[in-house]
């Protein structure tokens, strides 16, 4: 889950001991400042991770087809040698719009506090920006997900035990591959509290590998049921989402090409603003986006756990 791409700064060696001027040097050239923001911003959104579709934004609406079916109309047919292919007219969805936001937020940096406190405050100034973004682009997502798929699957028990989350599990995937809609299930998201829960009783029912590959040792997001399991503090309901993600839905992030900003997380910008007349830096992060759920059909809430 961690972001391998980094921006070498030259002449700093140590970004935690920094001299006052290396920091000033640091908040003035933006590949610097990407670096630093990349170093910092471990948090990653799951609205990406989920909803996998790219829509280009144009002008700051995008048009989206809903509803569009996974199957050709037509059943393939036998050819004869030599013979020709038979047609058929690819079907579309209704075509729909949605217009982006400029989400944002200004966080002021003094030279006083820089002085003072020296790249500490650069470091809580860049975690709390990317930190309060990846929470509200994630809360609009998974509520925007929440809201629109509406499939629910019943667990014949509560997940107390690891049989009961299995046969709930494997139910709502049988579910999806018998509708006809085409869909595969590949991912589960849970509260935090649920994931820690769901874990637990996966690890007594040697469900978990027990030596290195212990996704509780390693924090790699595990696959368990054929399924990769994650849990987001942000999500609006304790009841389980299984989700098609191929299918499910995609973000629309816009470029607007404005200078001065630096991509450090896909569609997260970030730009340092010198104050003159303040003696301080303002640390401005941003997204251009909207969360878009395409197929309310790819995927199921799981009511009854009891979680």
């Not at 920091?23 to 003035?28: D, E, T």
């Not at 509260?191 to 820690?196: E, F």
């Not at 569609?267 to 395409?294: A, M, N, Q, W």
């Given at each position: 889950m961690a972001n391998s791409l980094t921006?070498?700064?030259?002449?700093?060696?140590?970004?935690?001991?920094?001299t006052t001027e290396q920091?000033?040097?640091?908040?003035?050239?933006?590949?610097?400042?990407?670096?630093?923001?990349?170093?910092?911003?471990?948090?990653?959104?799951?609205?990406?991770?989920?909803?996998?579709?790219?829509f280009q934004s144009i002008g700051g609406s995008v048009l989206y087809e809903t509803g569009e079916p996974l199957f050709a109309p037509d059943d393939p047919e036998a050819i004869a040698p030599g013979g020709e292919y038979p047609a058929s007219q690819v079907t579309v969805g209704d075509l729909a719009a949605a217009r982006v936001e400029k989400w944002g937020r200004d966080v002021p940096i003094t030279d006083e506090s820089i002085k003072r406190r020296g790249i500490d405050v650069v470091t809580k100034a860049t975690n709390q920006l990317v930190a309060r973004m990846v929470k509200f682009v994630d809360s609009a997502a998974l509520g925007v997900i929440a809201s629109k798929v509406t499939q629910t699957q019943a667990s014949s028990a509560a997940w107390t035990t690891a049989d009961a989350i299995v046969e709930s599990v494997e139910l709502a995937k049988a579910q999806a591959e018998e509708s006809g809609e085409g869909h595969t299930l590949d991912t589960i998201v849970l509260?935090?509290?649920?994931?820690?829960k769901v874990m637990a009783k996966f690890l007594a029912a040697g469900l978990l590998p027990r030596e290195a590959a212990n996704p509780l040792?390693?924090?790699?997001?595990?696959?368990?049921l054929?399924?990769?399991?994650?849990?987001?503090?942000?999500?609006?309901?304790?009841?389980?989402?299984?989700?098609?993600?191929?299918?499910?839905?995609?973000?629309?992030d816009e470029d607007l090409a404005s200078p001065g900003y630096s991509t450090v997380q896909p569609?997260?910008?970030?730009?340092?603003?010198?104050?003159?007349?303040?003696?301080?830096?303002?640390?401005?992060?941003?997204?251009?986006?909207?969360?878009?759920?395409?197929d309310p059909t790819a995927g199921y809430t799981v009511t009854g756990t009891g979680l």
């Open positions: 921006y070498p700064v030259s002449g700093i060696e140590s970004v935690e001991n920094l920091i000033h040097q640091l908040l003035q050239n933006v590949p610097a400042l990407a670096w630093r923001v990349r170093q910092l911003a471990d948090q990653k959104f799951i609205a990406d991770a989920l909803l996998t579709g790219r509260t935090p509290s649920a994931y820690a040792l390693t924090g790699v997001w595990p696959t368990v054929d399924l990769t399991w994650l849990r987001s503090p942000h999500t609006p309901t304790a009841a389980p989402l299984i989700l098609d993600t191929a299918e499910l839905g995609g973000m629309a569609g997260v910008e970030v730009k340092s603003i010198r104050k003159d007349e303040t003696d301080s830096y303002l640390l401005r992060s941003r997204r251009v986006t909207i969360p878009i759920v395409t």
